[in-house]
């Protein structure tokens, strides 16, 4: 799609392509179930609070890692003069299960699911024990509190 807009306005004669051109060639490019992404993303200012509650994890019969996770989401939208109104939340986000630490850490599981409420639990199995687990743990979302997205994972054998 970026190829082909930019080759249509290239050497561009007045009147120029404007970012209202842009957007609306991009819309056409979105599937249905992401054209929310454009509004979110450039006519909107969207916020998140999202917020990893707890994770434990338990062995499973084949030596896995079942691991749980509460997360806590919501989306507001803020106005031009800063007040945010909560709406709707019906959005992919990125769910992530981690082992080791720092430069150790390694990723296990990392998916978008699709997140509709204001708390939902999630399981994943992963190959390794877990030690931290989140909602948006690379903070990709505009988060009004990010560096609670990620929890230790414990025990819950």
């Known amino acids: 799609m970026l190829r082909t807009y930019l080759e249509k306005v290239r050497f561009q004669y007045p009147p120029y ?29 969207t916020l ?10 338990r062995e499973t019969p084949d030596h896995r890692f079942a691991v749980t ?5 919501a989306k507001l939208r803020a106005d031009d003069k ?6 709707l939340i019906d959005d992919l986000i990125d769910i992530g299960v981690f082992s080791g630490k720092g430069k ?36 990709k979302l505009i988060d009004r509190v990010s560096d609670d997205n ?3 994972v414990k025990s819950g054998s």
């Open 17 to 45: 392509t404007t970012v209202d051109d842009f957007i609306e060639t991009l819309r056409a490019a979105m599937p249905d179930d992401r054209k929310y992404l454009i509004t979110d993303f450039f006519e909107t200012l």
């Open 48 to 57: 998140f609070d999202n917020r990893a509650l707890s994770a434990s994890w």
């Open 69 to 73: 996770l509460k997360v806590s989401a």
């Open 82 to 87: 800063g007040n945010e109104n909560e709406i």
């Open 104 to 139: 150790d850490e390694k990723v296990l599981f990392l998916e978008k699911r699709r997140i509709t409420q204001h708390e939902t639990t999630i399981e994943v199995v992963v190959d390794q024990q877990p030690s931290r687990a989140g909602i948006d743990p690379y903070n």
């Open 150 to 152: 990620v929890v230790s």
